[in-house]
């Protein structure tokens, strides 16, 4: 190796002074093998980059091998001699001798990645030694503390983020699709995730308010792919490798939800959960470095960050901030084929959906919208999208019971709506559309009884409820009554029934006391609603819609039509109408 001895970075041995870390052994026996073989190259790639190779001479023989691979030619010395004099470099490398003095050395391809380790080892304690040389040099100049830390700081940053993301350029080409694989592959027919919110390695957002419940939602779907159950109706599907990194919700919160969804310790599947994980912002390398790292770690399928806003550094309104987010968290994740779903609040105008940037939805390949309708109603809506593929709204019922003070082991879910569950299976919420139907369905009303009748039955009852959910829970309760075989009212008369409601859950009877506070696991409760209607005096003008027009007790009628005596016939005592008058 007698070539490799006398080059300049070589003269600090005979200056005195101690040489940076480097094995250049090591680098010339690599060389000789990736010169001869594109198998050696690709395993030493994953190994080192061109950074880790100390001497520029060496580096540049590396960087022509890498540029013939890329082009899908196979490497020779003579090769790489000839683009070198092509760039006219070959005084860097003794006029091209140092190719042929390594080249005609043999070394096998199986052999070179030991040698390549060897060259990262001493790469890494090179970094080191530069660290610490401007560590001194930041001291010498009377660098603060704050100074100090982030010199440090930005230094296990950066290695972090090189351990996360690889070496050399064998990463980048492997990106370079595969013509005759990729159209063979049909992406139409590959079965979404379940609950079919999602396919394998897409990106989703999960939008709500702060009451629609977006983590109880989310941590039921989680636990259930996780364990490999179904969801919302779907199939179940193989167990799904999770992480879930959550900063907020407490961990008394998280154990009261998965137990009232029938979690226990035995049964969580392959669900691995971080409760607020130490990480670095998102939108920054060191934050995308630690998330990949915890990935790496538990061998993640899909990632779950909840809430999204918790994870950066920079303003939610900043395009960059997102930008960033994607570049050193989503881009990576995304080209390894791993899911990640972001849950996020929902700004002050609904109509705009998630608060901050427009720049949120422009990496994700679906936007879900999640609104609390109340009395456990929920409208999951698709309002982006990128593929198409699959439904785009979703009518739901979250279903949840209590056991005394604490929620019921297994009785909270979420489920698909049903004209068959719609009624029975959500919570009495008094000022709800869905209390109001289920108030007027135990009194008994016809469904296709009209707005009179039916504030009249409120008032007698004291439901409360405002106009506009009095006139839904009418108009919802006449288009079920246009459906065959729809009536729950239990009969087509006006008589009241006994003022109880059905039960609603399995262990809950009729006239059990409501306990106060949450109305689900780790949900405020919701607002009660408006007032009490007030009682209203039955009106002489009819109840509703097609109600005869009632009349006044002490008039009297036709004894033989029932309808009204006035005139004439009135005044003179007469007993029928003119139309039925006996003479």
Not at 97 to 109: E, S
Request: charged fraction near 25%.
């Amino acid at each position: 190796m007698e070539n490799v001895r006398h080059f300049p970075h070589q003269q600090a041995d005979r200056d005195g002074l101690t040489p940076a870390p480097h094995d250049a052994e090591a680098e010339a026996l690599v060389l000789c093998a990736v010169m001869h073989s594109t198998d050696a190259y690709t395993a030493c790639a994953e190994l080192i980059d061109r950074e880790d190779i100390y001497l520029p001479a060496h580096r540049l023989i590396w960087d022509t091998v890498a540029g013939l691979v890329a082009a899908n030619t196979t490497p020779h010395p003579a090769l790489v001699r000839a683009e070198i004099e092509r760039a006219g470099r070959l005084h860097e490398v003794d006029g091209g001798q140092l190719v042929y003095r390594l080249g005609a050395q043999t070394l096998p391809a199986t052999s070179a990645p030991h040698f390549a380790q060897e060259i990262a080892e001493r790469a890494r304690e090179r970094r080191y030694d530069e660290h610490a040389n401007t560590l001194k040099a930041a001291i010498g100049r009377k660098a603060t503390g704050d100074e100090l830390d982030a010199i440090v700081a930005d230094f296990h940053q950066a290695e972090q983020l090189r351990e996360a993301t690889g070496h050399g350029p064998a990463h980048l080409v492997s990106t370079l699709l595969d013509w005759g694989t990729f159209f063979a592959t049909d992406f139409g027919s590959i079965q979404l995730l379940p609950g079919r919110l999602m396919g394998p390695g897409q990106q989703i957002t999960v939008v709500g308010d702060g009451k629609a419940g977006k983590s109880l939602f989310t941590q039921e779907w989680m636990w259930r792919m996780a364990s490999g159950q179904s969801f919302l109706g779907d199939k179940p599907q193989d167990p799904i490798r999770i992480l879930y990194l959550d900063a907020e919700n407490g961990q008394e919160q998280v154990q009261e939800r998965f137990l009232s969804f029938g979690a226990g310790p035995r049964s969580m599947g392959e669900l691995r959960y971080a409760s607020f994980p130490p990480v670095r912002p998102l939108d920054t390398a060191g934050g995308g470095a630690d998330l990949l790292s915890m990935v790496k770690a538990t061998q993640a399928e899909l990632v779950v960050i909840d809430t999204v806003s918790r994870f950066i550094s920079g303003p939610e309104n900043d395009a960059d901030t997102w930008l960033n987010l994607y570049r050193h968290t989503l881009l990576p994740l995304k080209r390894d084929r791993i899911s990640s779903v972001r849950l996020d609040h929902r700004g002050k105008d609904s109509e705009r959906g998630a608060r901050g940037s427009s720049a949120k939805t422009q990496d994700v390949d679906h936007v879900w919208e999640l609104s609390a309708l109340g009395g456990g109603a929920l409208a999951l809506k698709r309002t982006h999208t990128r593929t198409g593929i699959g439904p785009d709204h979703f009518d739901l019922v979250r279903q949840a019971r209590k056991d005394g003070d604490n929620w019921a082991h297994g009785g909270t879910r979420h489920i698909l709506m049903t004209w068959e569950n719609e009624t029975s299976a959500h919570p009495a919420v008094p000022g709800t559309v869905e209390h109001i139907i289920a108030s007027l369905d135990a009194a008994g009303l016809p469904d296709d009884a009209g707005n009179r009748i039916a504030r009249q039955t409120l008032a007698d009852r004291q439901i409360p409820g405002g106009n506009d959910k009095i006139a839904e829970a009418i108009r919802r309760r006449k288009a079920r009554s246009k459906m065959s075989g729809f009536d729950v009212s239990g009969n087509r008369s006006g008589d009241r029934s006994d003022g109880r409601f059905p039960e609603t859950f399995p262990g809950t009877h009729p006239g059990t006391p409501e306990t106060a506070g949450q109305t689900f696991p780790g949900t405020p409760p919701e607002t009660p609603g408006t007032p009490p209607v007030p009682h209203v005096p039955p009106s002489k003008r009819g109840n509703g819609e097609g109600t005869p027009k009632q009349q006044d007790p002490e008039t009297p009628s036709c004894t033989v039509c029932g309808d009204p005596l006035h005139g004439y016939r009135l005044e003179r005592g007469y007993t029928t109408c003119l139309q039925h008058d006996a003479a």
